[in-house]
């Protein structure tokens, strides 16, 4: 299968900056679409950003200006640069890949992967 190996989390001050990264690991065919979504305590996972491989990006209301979501797909890597933090950003962080992997010759299947997630702590 394909792993997601997330980095980058830490602690910003307000109107401060972090970049996430996730890589990709495993026998990649294809990645189609990263995805980034947060889950605060108490809350429900939301979706922040997710861009596809055919250059589209999508971003929730609340990041939109600040956030910037980008893939390398030669590093099998997606990126997540997060600008003008506020504390209600708090949260962690945990992106999606979907796509597809080999299992051999003529042998592609579908995945869908999350990285473990990586925490992000603005402070006011």
């Known amino acids: 299968q394909v792993q997601l190996v997330e980095s980058g989390g830490g602690l910003a001050q307000t109107g401060g900056s972090l970049r996430l990264s996730c890589a990709a690991s495993?026998?990649?065919?294809?990645?189609?679409?990263v995805g980034w979504y947060r889950q605060a305590p108490g809350k429900q996972r939301e979706l922040v950003a997710q861009?596809?491989?055919?250059?589209?990006?999508n971003y929730a209301d609340s990041v939109k200006g600040r956030f910037t979501i980008s893939m390398d797909n030669a590093k099998n890597t997606g990126y997540l640069q997060m600008n003008s933090l506020k504390p209600e950003d708090t949260a962690v962080y945990f992106c999606?890949?979907?796509?597809?992997?080999?299992?051999?010759?003529?042998?592609?299947?579908?995945?869908?992967?999350w990285g473990q997630g990586t925490q992000v702590t603005v402070s006011s």
């Open positions: 999606n890949a979907e796509g597809k992997y080999s299992r051999g010759f003529f042998n592609v299947l579908d995945f869908n992967s």
């Open positions: 861009a596809t491989s055919g250059g589209s990006t």
């Open positions: 495993g026998s990649i065919y294809s990645i189609n679409a």
